[in-house]
């Protein structure tokens, strides 16, 4: 199998072979160890009592699924997670297109600007959460200093379970908008003029440019980001273990709940069987996704 | 039904560029006028002006008798066709065609009976339902000439719409372009830096340089009536000779080169020679009008220069020869049949035949022409 893999390497005998997996070795030992090893030993765990802190485990057969899929947290937290994810994604998809149409054109400090937009997104989050805290103080923090100044009544972020997840979606809004407007900037960037003139001459409105010529040709690499950032906000736990804890019911994503299962109670055996069952849960909406995006690129033929 | 009037148009660029500098060219109904020049000469730009995509700094376009310079490109009546094709990519061949109608608010039915009586004309049925880039090179600009003619447009404007395509097909779609221009009989202005194109297209021909206008005039009346030397040079392959020499003789006028060599000047228009006479002048020769002389009877009116060949371009019916000549700076260019036989490094005798040739004032591109008829024109 080494040999014939190699194009053109018709008649090299084996020493080559083990020349090219010498190569190969230490990337491959370095997956397996901590990529293989780990998947195949969290499945075996999920069929056992295994708990930190406790001596020797049973076999437990699929028990561990059965509570997994009877108790009420773990499909919480799945919704939990749906719901940041959605609004988390829809909202920075939006915010970052309207903001890349509003600066795709040249003007003075742009590149200053754009700068200034990508720090929140270069910090890591959980410093992103422990900043956020300052601001969302219920007594001191600027934010409500603001809220109040209207005269309105301000929430309380942290503590008020109506307003928990909104603070933690708040903060990864404002890291990640400048993400999707980049992408956007080069996506607008990508159309070729050509094309608006020739819409133009077609006696397009501005109104039908946008929606038949600007978002359809956009619409790919939006796919990519959006898919991105979908991929990216299923594992929220900084921005959740900062703002609330791992253990606040109105915060707790599928991350938070592994963590709390797992690391704070100590329940290795379940923690690994909602681990597996969020994994084929990801893996299907992956699935899904690069079919669509599949789709969309063989539509789109830039040829032209 | 539509003539457009540039009257004294003029384009600057922000970066304060001039690209075009007043330039007036009436293009009568269902005129096919081709504006040719090398780029950078502001044809583009006159162009886009005519479609609305440039603004106008100066001066004022018509569509007949009615300003233009104000009127959104959707409201000017006009259809472009882009050198990149600009074919919506997303769009299937038939939406390509049929987005412009339906921006119109065309019933379904007629859009339908539209695009495919178009699609038949152009043989694009069979790709109606592709995207742009299932099709070929050739396809796409029929898709895009399509696109135009569907709309039935008071003007069609192209801006090079072939130079993206390779040379056999370039060929074939001139045929076709000129093919549908007969059966349309719309006004058209097409832009191009193919003399070719321009020769062959053109009802008439615009021939731009630097933002200004050198000569407007029929294919033929281009060719063989340039204007000045620029229009000489860029017309015509292999470019037309030019040799530096001196104008004697009155009744008789003789071309004196430097050295001994002498050729008789037989061009019909001679009215501006007297005030030349004595002084320095240049002389245009195409390279046709040259003849080996070993094959070739002295044409009347000719003379005989040998000169030595130094390269042979053979190009199967005939053959480019360069010659040279002490005092000539440059090669001079003959095409000739392909059998006179001519070997590099033998002098051979060349006949020039001066009935058809061109004398111009020394200097550049803008030097006169002194061969033109009297009351000759820049713009006919």
């Known amino acids: ?304 | 039904m539509a003539s457009i009037d540039i009257d004294h148009l003029v384009k600057v660029y922000d970066n304060g560029f001039k690209a075009v500098k007043s330039i007036s060219l009436p293009i009568r109904d269902k005129e096919f006028m081709v504006l040719v020049g090398p780029s950078g000469c502001g044809k583009t730009t006159t162009l886009r002006m005519i479609a609305g995509l440039e603004d106008i700094t100066g001066g004022e376009i018509r569509i007949d008798t009615r300003r233009i310079n104000e009127v959104e490109p959707k409201d000017r009546d006009i259809a472009m066709v882009f050198q990149n094709y600009a074919l919506y990519p997303h769009m299937t061949v038939f939406e390509n065609m049929a987005y412009a109608l339906k921006l119109r608010g065309m019933k379904r039915a007629e859009i339908q009976t539209k695009v495919d009586e178009t699609a038949k004309m152009l043989g694009l049925t069979d790709h109606l339902p592709k995207l742009p880039k299932q099709l070929s090179g050739g396809q796409r600009q029929r898709v895009a000439l399509g696109r135009a003619i569907v709309r039935k447009p008071k003007v069609f404007l192209f801006d090079e719409p072939l130079s993206n395509l390779d040379a056999k097909l370039r060929g074939e779609m001139r045929y076709e372009l000129k093919t549908l221009q007969q059966k349309l009989a719309t006004t058209a202005v097409y832009v191009t830096h193919d003399q070719i194109e321009a020769m062959t297209l053109g009802d008439r021909i615009t021939v731009m340089s630097a933002g200004e206008i050198q000569q407007v005039a029929a294919p033929t009346v281009i060719y063989d009536s340039p204007y000045n030397r620029f229009v000489a040079s860029f017309i015509g392959t292999p470019v037309m000779n030019f040799l530096d020499g001196t104008l004697t003789g009155a009744d008789q006028p003789v071309f004196k080169l430097p050295g001994d060599a002498a050729i008789a000047l037989a061009m019909p228009e001679r009215h501006e020679f007297p005030s030349f006479a004595g002084k320095p002048i240049v002389l245009g020769i195409r390279p046709e009008q040259l003849s080996h002389g070993g094959y070739t009877a002295l044409p009347k009116g000719g003379s005989t220069i040998p000169m030595q060949v130094t390269l042979l371009e053979i190009m199967g019916d005939h053959q480019y020869v360069y010659l040279k000549r002490p005092g000539f700076e440059t090669p001079i260019v003959m095409k000739c049949n392909a059998h006179h036989r001519a070997a590099v490094g033998e002098t051979i005798p060349i006949h020039i035949d001066t009935t058809m040739s061109h004398a111009f004032e020394p200097g550049g591109d803008q030097a006169r022409n002194l061969t033109l008829p009297k009351g000759f024109t820049r713009q006919a």
């Open chain 1, 1 to 304: 199998m080494t040999t014939a893999a190699a194009p053109g390497g018709g008649g090299r005998s084996g020493s080559g072979g083990w020349g090219a997996a010498a190569v190969v070795a230490p990337a491959l030992i370095l997956l397996i160890a901590f990529n293989v090893f780990p998947l195949f030993y969290n499945l075996i765990l999920s069929f056992t009592s295994a708990e930190l802190g406790v001596e020797g485990w049973t076999w437990v057969g699929t028990r561990n699924y059965q509570r997994v899929f009877e108790r009420p947290e773990y499909s919480a937290a799945l919704r939990t997670t749906a719901l940041f994810v959605f609004l988390a994604v829809v909202c920075e998809l939006a915010l970052g297109f309207v903001l890349a149409l509003a600066l795709h054109r040249r003007f003075a400090g742009k590149t200053a600007l754009l700068t200034a937009l990508l720090i929140p997104m270069m910090l890591p989050p959980a410093v992103m959460g422990l900043y956020a805290n300052l601001l969302y103080d219920g007594d001191y923090g600027l934010l409500n200093q603001i809220i109040s100044g209207f005269g309105v009544a301000p929430p309380q972020w942290r503590t008020d379970p109506a307003w928990k997840l909104t603070a933690v979606l708040i903060v990864d809004v404002w890291m990640w908008t400048p993400f999707m407007l980049l992408i956007s900037l080069a996506a607008l960037g990508s159309v070729p003029r050509h094309l608006y003139e020739a819409a133009e001459v077609d006696r397009a409105s501005a109104w039908m440019v946008f929606r038949r010529i600007t978002i359809p040709l956009c619409a790919p690499l939006l796919a990519l980001a959006a898919l991105l950032r979908t991929t990216d906000a299923l594992k929220q736990f900084d921005i959740v273990m900062a703002i609330t804890g791992p253990n606040d019911q109105a915060t707790q994503t599928v991350s938070a709940l592994l963590y709390q299962g797992l690391f704070a109670d100590g329940k290795v055996g379940r923690g690994s069987a909602y681990a597996c069952v969020v994994l084929v849960l990801v893996i299907a909406l992956a699935t899904v996704c690069t079919r669509y995006l599949d789709w969309l690129a063989r539509r789109q033929g830039r040829g032209a």
